[in-house]
C-alpha cells in the first residue's frame, strides 16, 4: 500500500489501513512521546490520544508538506495539551549565573537513545516541555511562548536551566567532579 491508499483507507475508517499506519509510525511516535512523558505510562496514554485525534482528523490532512510531519505536530500538540493545564509557577524565574564544568563532547554519544530519553524525562516538566519545543522539534522561543502561553523570557529561561540541568547529570554519570 502507498501512502495515498493509506491515507484513503484511513478515511474511509478501514481498520488494516489504520492498523497499516499505526505499524508504520507508532515506534517513532512513542519516541515523541517519551520525550514530552514524565514516565512510559504517560507516554503510552499520549500515544493513544494522538492516535485517536489521527484517525479522526486523517481526512483534514491536505497533502501539502510531509505526512508523518503533519503527524508528529499531532503527537507534540497532544502531549502539550496534556501538561498544558500545568504551568511553570513551580519552577523557579531568573537565570543562575554559574559557571559550568566543560563536558567532554563524546560524552553524549556513549548513550543510548533510552539512557538520553531518561535523562530527559528526569527534567522538570516545564523545562521538560521548553527544550523539547526548542532543541528537538525545532521550535522559536516566540512560538513556545504562544503555545504555552508563557512569554519569551521564560522559554529562554526554562531551555537555559534544562541544559544546565542535563549537563550536570551527564557530568554525573561520567563521574566528572562538578
Given at each position: 500500500m502507498n501512502q495515498e491508499e493509506v491515507i484513503a483507507g484511513c478515511i474511509r475508517?478501514?481498520?488494516?489501513?489504520?492498523?497499516?499506519?499505526?505499524?508504520l509510525v507508532s515506534g517513532k511516535m512513542m519516541t515523541v512521546c517519551l520525550r514530552y512523558a514524565r514516565n512510559r505510562a504517560d507516554a503510552e496514554d499520549i500515544l493513544q490520544e494522538g492516535f485517536v485525534l489521527l484517525f479522526?482528523?486523517?481526512a483534514k490532512y491536505q497533502g501539502t508538506g510531509s505526512?508523518?510531519?503533519?503527524?508528529?505536530?499531532?503527537?507534540?500538540?497532544?502531549?502539550?495539551?496534556?501538561y498544558q493545564r500545568k504551568r511553570f509557577d513551580k519552577e523557579r524565574v531568573g537565570i543562575e549565573h554559574?559557571?559550568?564544568?566543560?563536558?567532554?563532547?563524546t560524552a553524549l554519544s556513549s548513550l543510548s537513545e533510552q539512557e538520553i530519553i531518561a535523562l530527559i524525562q528526569e527534567l522538570?516538566?516545564?523545562?521538560?516541555?521548553?527544550?523539547?519545543?526548542?532543541?528537538?522539534?525545532g521550535y522559536s522561543h516566540k512560538e513556545i511562548a504562544a503555545q504555552l502561553g508563557i512569554n519569551e523570557a521564560t522559554s529562554r529561561t526554562q531551555l537555559l536551566k534544562?541544559?544546565?540541568?542535563?549537563?550536570?547529570?551527564l557530568l554525573k554519570l561520567h563521574s566528572i567532579p562538578l
Open positions: 475508517q478501514e481498520h488494516a489501513c489504520q492498523k497499516h499506519l499505526f505499524d479522526k482528523n486523517i505526512f508523518e510531519g503533519w503527524i508528529r505536530r499531532i503527537f507534540v500538540n497532544t502531549a502539550l495539551k496534556k554559574v559557571q559550568e564544568p566543560e563536558l567532554d563532547a522538570p516538566e516545564g523545562y521538560r516541555i521548553v527544550f523539547n519545543m526548542f532543541a528537538i522539534e534544562a541544559r544546565k540541568q542535563l549537563q550536570r547529570k
